[in-house]
């Protein structure tokens, strides 16, 4: 039998391929991809190390032209062969059709 992980999210998260930027405290603006996104938060890829705990801004281009702008915090972020992955945690809840980024 698998190993089964429970899933600590609050809410669904669906894949997604927007780009876009993110600005912290300890970074300057760096570009992004997002490879998932929910309400509480989004899996991004980047090119920077993003510490556990910073606050970051995060600026996506969406589908119809449309910024969608998101606050919230560093939760994890792991080194992969070629780039860094970071979990984000939202400060509040998302509020924005899915249809615009996924």
């Known amino acids: 039998m698998a190993n089964m992980v429970k899933e600590k999210r609050q809410f669904e998260r669906y894949p997604c391929t927007a780009l876009g930027s993110c600005v912290s405290n300890t970074n300057p603006t760096i570009g992004i991809k997002c490879h998932d996104i929910g309400k509480s938060g989004a899996g991004l890829t980047l090119s920077e190390d993003l510490p556990s705990g910073t606050f970051v801004h995060i600026n996506l281009c969406t589908k119809k032209d449309n910024p969608l702008s998101l606050k919230g915090i560093v939760r994890w972020c792991k080194k992969t062969p070629d780039e860094w992955q970071a979990g984000i945690k939202f ?12």
């Open 91 to 102: 400060h509040k809840p998302a509020v924005f059709p899915l249809a615009m980024v996924v």
